[in-house]
């Protein structure tokens, strides 16, 4: 797979996520004002769960091979490092964690989800910045 196929699969992905994210948005909103159940959302948010590991696990691997590619002779071609493993793990937990525990103190709940939402879609976007762009994601 060249790195033009790589990035247009992740950024293909990414485009999915933030939809898929501004709907979850939308109906946590929907269920704080009891127009959306319980269990519809509890769905959605398992739904998004499993859509983000898939994704960051398919990044691990494709930018594994990319960096693996690279043979680390470039500095700016290390596109995936433990850090970034490392957060993909914590985020990856606390939407697992998250979805769970929405009845407890419903307004927390929408509190913490919607700031787990933003974090999200910030790693994507920073991601985007600093690797999954031509400049540093290319062929050798
Ligand atoms: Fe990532
Ligand atoms: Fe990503």
Request: net charge negative; hydrophobic share 40%; aromatic share 4%.
């Amino acid at each position: 797979m060249n790195a033009r196929d790589v990035r247009d699969e992740l950024l293909g992905q990414h485009a999915a996520l933030r939809t898929q994210i501004a709907r979850t948005r939308g109906d946590i909103e929907a269920w704080s004002r009891g127009e959306l159940e319980s269990l519809q959302m509890r769905k959605e948010v398992d739904d998004l769960s499993s859509a983000m590991r898939k994704h960051n696990l398919r990044e691990e691997e494709l930018l594994g091979d990319m960096f693996r590619l690279g043979d680390g002779r470039d500095p700016g071609r290390v596109i995936m490092d433990d850090r970034h493993r490392d957060e993909h793990a914590e985020l990856n937990t606390a939407l697992a964690l998250k979805g769970a525990a929405m009845d407890v103190e419903p307004a927390a709940w929408e509190f913490v989800m919607k700031q787990l939402l933003e974090q999200l879609l910030e790693h994507m976007t920073n991601e985007e910045k600093f690797f999954i762009n031509a400049d540093v994601l290319r062929d050798p």
